[in-house]
């Protein structure tokens, strides 16, 4: 059978990826590179089948060993490591078959001008877009973010033609309950809905008007999904590999503001906090309340449409809209601090 290494497999985005793809395909070979035996258990207790290899991002030994033994490999782990990247394409190159790669990377390197240009919490019309926009996508300045790895995955093919293919997945801004055997937590949105809750009040960037476009956890694994299928089809099946294998995931944009204001109206609810009302920061003060990046994730504008994934890979996203998983987050993240009532509690009567 194929065999498929993947990194990240005890991470948000990865392990509801794994979960996907291994319910899918029981009979692929997995390997699961983890951090210690501590995450290696919990991956094994979901996955008993699964091969477990120790080490970090910077075993670039193991790195290459596993990558040369896979079939296809997903990279989930650390979108801005150059060099743990180089190394799973020097593990494909050695192969005497085609290998695929597929790599996580994200839409928040398009932020970058807001941050640098200090326009933070501003409506920007400009958008990116990964079909008839992907010469502009993969231009973009090397100093933006991961653009430095995205350049190497989408190089690769070039320099080993015919036995690399590569696949970039970017998606925005992510929401939704993971089904890993570790992390199952986002960071965007459940960390402002922390922040509201500690500071007994909700927030906003600048005017609250930057725009981020969303997808699901489920949705987007089920982007990673089609694309191992085609992987393992003749050809790499309906997907665009190497130069034009770069994929958005998106299922819609939202206004920061309108975030903020659903949060806090979800807390006011729950008796959680006292009112709606909001507080415009400064970048300096999100980095406080979330440092080192608070500013960059609430504050900047990522526009990124997404239109190759649907039109080559059938993809049809079918989970709930943001602002629909809003309460669930206010209510999870007030049980993390004590302020709720946890599964157990309601169910002992302790309301």
């Known amino acids: 059978m194929p065999k498929v290494f993947i990194t990240g497999a005890t991470g948000y985005i990865g392990g509801d990826a794994l979960y996907t793809i291994a319910n899918t395909y029981p009979d692929l070979e997995f390997t699961a590179l983890v951090r210690n035996s501590d995450k290696g258990a919990k991956v094994a207790s979901q996955y008993p089948k699964i091969k477990l290899v120790y080490g970090e991002l910077d075993r670039f030994d193991l790195l290459t060993t596993e990558a040369a033994k896979a079939d296809i490999v997903l990279h989930t782990a650390n979108a801005g490591n150059l060099e743990a990247v180089n190394a799973l394409i ?58 430095k790895v995205e350049k190497a995955i989408l190089t690769a093919s070039s320099k080993n033609p015919g036995n690399i293919f590569t696949a970039i997945v970017a998606p925005p801004l992510i929401y939704g309950e993971g089904r890993g055997p570790d992390n199952q937590r986002s960071i965007q949105v459940p960390n402002m809905v922390k922040a509201t809750l500690e500071r007994g009040k909700g927030f906003y960037l600048g005017e609250g008007k930057n725009v981020w476009h969303v997808v699901h956890v489920q949705d ?54 006292a009112n709606t009302e909001l507080d415009s920061l400064t970048g300096d003060e999100a980095n406080e309340i979330l440092p080192p990046y608070g500013a960059y994730i609430w504050g900047t504008n990522s526009k ?15 989970k709930e809209g943001l602002f629909d998983t809003i309460d669930d987050a206010v209510i999870i993240e007030a049980r993390a601090l004590g302020l709720a009532k946890s599964h157990q509690e309601v169910a002992a009567g302790q309301v």
């Open 90 to 147: 020097a593990g494909l190159a050695q192969k005497k078959t085609p290998g695929y790669l597929i790599h996580t990377s994200g839409t928040g390197t398009l932020g970058t001008p807001d941050f640098l240009n200090n326009t933070l919490g501003s409506h920007s019309d400009k958008m990116y877009d990964d079909w008839d926009g992907i010469g502009e996508v993969a231009s973009t300045p090397e100093s933006w973010g991961a653009r």
């Open 220 to 273: 987007l694994s089920d982007v990673f999904l089609r694309l191992v299928t085609s992987a393992l089809q003749a050809g790499g099946g309906k997907a665009t590999w190497n130069e034009t294998g770069y994929y958005f995931t998106e299922t819609g944009d939202v206004v920061w503001g309108e975030i903020s204001n659903a949060i806090a109206k979800a807390a006011v609810e729950r008796n959680l906090i």
């Open 304 to 318: 990124a449409k997404g239109i190759r994934a649907s039109r080559l890979l059938n993809w049809k996203p079918e």
